[in-house]
């Protein structure tokens, strides 16, 4: 499986990014999740989707704010990202947890990550 994220960038306080992941493999009947790494931080999930996308789970700063959608069909996943805050400033993962048809949220339950994307919110 190789996953090839897009959609990072800079943005100013309240604004929103869309994030985008697309895999590649036979199947994608898997979860998958978004992860960010701050500086000096360890990487935590903000948000997870089982299979075929009705198990969903939201880290609790994100909720109300972030939405993560798959489209089983073309293989992909997205992290829509609104009223964005500097402290949401990190590189972002996709993951994808192919051993799981849950939502998994550990990050050593994924198995194939992809090469992250930056994501700045200024203040």
């Known amino acids: 499986v190789q996953l090839v994220e897009s959609g990072g960038g800079l943005v100013q306080a309240g604004g929103s990014l869309r994030l985008s992941c697309a895999a590649s493999g036979r199947t994608f009947s898997y979860g998958m999740g978004w992860f960010r790494q701050a500086p000096g931080k360890e990487r935590e999930c903000v948000a997870a989707?089982?299979?075929?996308?009705?198990?969903?789970y939201y880290e609790e700063s994100v909720k109300g704010r972030f939405t993560i959608s798959r489209d089983n069909a073309k293989k992909s996943v997205d992290l829509q990202m609104n009223s964005l805050k500097p402290e949401d400033t990190a590189v972002y993962y996709c993951a994808a947890s192919t051993t799981s048809f849950g939502a998994r949220t550990v990050v050593s339950q994924y198995d194939y990550w992809g090469q992250g994307t930056q994501v700045t919110v200024s203040s």
């Open positions: 989707i089982g299979w075929p996308g009705d198990n969903i």
